[in-house]
């Protein structure tokens, strides 16, 4: 027998299979893992929803891990707390890029996925359900940029239509002095202008509440009969307990990222009357297949305290883990992006994704509700 032949024959085979391996091989990807890199707010102004949005997709990928993973492979979420500051986002991107991050997920904060939208794209790796509502940041489809819940642009079409429907034209808005609060305010001008609606007064605070003395007294002095808040949880809170001394008579409008569950139990009767869009279906109506799915998942783990935000994150990661499947054994970037681009009728259980090559926006139903005295949300 030649030895060295056999050898020689056998190093190529392994050298041969090695290289099929790393020619297909994507980064974040191993034949037992698949690496995901979230950024949210943990702490600060948005620290309630940040936590609910992780702790929610961590639930489902959790179920899936349990039961195998996807092609064998389960899904590991590192998250890293970005404080709701769009630098620290950008900062947490390149870190899970430099990592060798399979897809970014879950992102949050308008300002935060503005930053780092560019970023993924220059690099080629796909951004799965950002949470982002600003209507500048929608309308350029980004190819690498995925939403799941509804833009602030479909929120403030329901909040201004109904409006109209009622007759109220004298109208304020509140708004927070950045990204998030600005866009809105432009959009909400141009939107209003279809109905015929011209803003009495529109007037800034601070995301963390400074202001809302002075806003309250601008917003008193004009005596509109409706608010259009475009603030966050914290500058929310501090409107609303100025403005309950002044016992006001206008009623309140929010979209959801302004009144969290949390902060709806915190007001109290001071919440009652407030009408909330909201994009994603009720999280206490288990009617909604994904509903119904989420409150039996929290219930495995002993808790009921079932969250608006929360069943968001559910949501999304189911959204992801679908698109894993969809893209196959063999796991790439541009493979993922094609499997998400294939979901245009994907029913996640009442939630319709209707992706497309040509919209990365899952949904644009909206509903409005009303939050009565003992805290319910009334549809």
Not at 121 to 127: S, V, W
Not at 139 to 157: D, H, K, M
Not at 234 to 248: E, G, L, N
Not at 336 to 346: P, T
Request: positive net charge; aromatic residues 8%.
């Amino acid at each position: 027998m030649n030895l060295k032949k056999t050898w020689c024959i056998g190093m190529a085979a392994t050298l041969a299979a090695a290289f099929s391996v790393s020619a297909f091989a994507e980064v974040g990807v191993t034949p037992t893992e698949i690496n995901l890199g979230q950024s949210t707010y943990l702490t600060g102004p948005m620290a309630e929803l940040g936590n609910d949005f992780k702790s929610g997709a961590e639930l489902y990928f959790n179920d899936v891990n349990a039961s195998g993973g996807v092609f064998g492979r389960k899904i590991i979420l590192k998250t890293l707390d970005d404080g709701y500051n769009p630098k620290l986002a950008l900062e947490n991107a390149k870190s899970f890029e430099k990592d060798g991050t399979f897809a970014l997920f879950q992102f949050a904060g308008t300002g935060s996925v503005l930053a780092v939208a560019p970023f993924a794209a220059e690099h080629k790796i796909p951004l799965v359900a950002a949470i982002a509502t600003g209507p500048k940041l929608r309308a350029e489809l980004n190819p690498y940029t995925f939403y799941v819940r509804p833009g602030n642009t479909e929120e403030y079409e329901a909040i201004i239509k109904n409006l109209a429907s009622i007759g109220l034209k004298q109208v304020a808005i509140v708004y927070i002095d950045e990204a998030y609060g600005e866009e809105g305010v432009d959009a909400i001008r141009s939107i209003m202008k279809k109905y015929h609606i011209d803003p009495s007064v529109a007037v800034s605070l601070k995301k963390n509440g400074d202001g809302a003395e002075n806003a309250v007294k601008t917003i008193i002095s004009k005596s509109p009969q409706a608010v259009i808040l475009v603030t966050l949880p914290q500058s929310t809170k501090a409107f609303m307990q100025a403005y309950a001394k002044s016992r006001p008579v206008s009623q309140i409008y929010t979209p959801s990222a302004g009144l969290p569950s949390g902060l709806i139990k915190e007001l109290g009767v001071g919440a009652a009357g407030i009408g909330i869009s909201r994009g994603m279906p009720p999280e206490g109506n288990d009617t909604f297949g994904i509903v119904k799915e989420y409150q039996s998942a929290m219930r495995r783990i002993g808790k009921n305290n079932f969250t608006a935000n929360q069943l968001e994150g559910y949501l999304d990661a189911k959204i992801m883990v679908e698109a894993l499947h969809r893209a196959g054994k063999d796991l790439t970037r541009e493979g993922l992006i094609a499997a998400l681009e294939s979901m245009s009728k994907y029913d996640a259980g009442g939630f319709i994704v209707k992706f497309s090559k040509t919209n990365h926006a899952a949904s644009s139903a909206i509903d409005l509700v009303v939050i009565s005295k003992t805290g319910r949300l009334i549809y």
